[in-house]
């Protein structure tokens, strides 16, 4: 009891592991809207999206980032690079789309930035390729 109430980190780097897992598994959920056409399309022409020349090819760009940075995620493969692909499209999203309601209406991008933020930080925690590899060397 000592310890649930102490400062001190409970199960660090494998809660860090799951959170990474469910998060990266989230993105890449989200990601898979690269296959909906219909989707794809709608996205394509969101106001601050089709002020760009290629308002379809942003959008498909935005599901790829979410599709491999989730992945990348997930897996914990080269994961500070994965988090930046996801932060660039989720701050798209929050600020540009979501016009930065960040305290309310786009919460949701925005906690995936500072989550991805986390792992930036931390790195990704047991259970990753990252940690394999570097074991390995």
């Known amino acids: 009891m000592n310890k649930f109430f102490s400062p001190q980190p409970i199960w660090q780097s494998s809660g860090l592991a799951i959170i990474r897992i469910l998060v990266g598994l989230f993105m890449f959920y989200h990601g898979l809207e690269l296959f909906d056409a219909a989707k794809m399309k709608e996205y394509s022409t969101w106001a601050p999206t089709k002020s760009f020349s290629f308002p379809l090819f942003l959008a498909?760009?935005?599901?790829?980032?979410?599709?491999?940075?989730?992945?990348?995620?997930?897996?914990?493969?080269?994961?500070?690079?994965?988090?930046?692909?996801?932060?660039?499209?989720?701050?798209?999203?929050?600020?540009?789309?979501?016009?930065?309601?960040?305290?309310?209406?786009?919460?949701?991008?925005?906690?995936?930035?500072?989550?991805?933020?986390?792992?930036?930080?931390?790195?990704?925690?047991?259970?990753?390729?990252?940690?394999?590899?570097?074991?390995?060397?």
């Open 60 to 137: 498909y760009a935005g599901k790829i980032a979410e599709l491999a940075g989730g992945l990348m995620l997930a897996f914990g493969f080269m994961t500070r690079l994965g988090t930046i692909i996801l932060i660039i499209p989720m701050l798209y999203i929050s600020f540009l789309i979501g016009n930065g309601k960040i305290w309310y209406e786009d919460q949701y991008p925005f906690l995936f930035v500072l989550l991805a933020l986390v792992y930036f930080f931390s790195g990704p925690g047991a259970w990753s390729i990252d940690n394999m590899r570097a074991e390995k060397k």
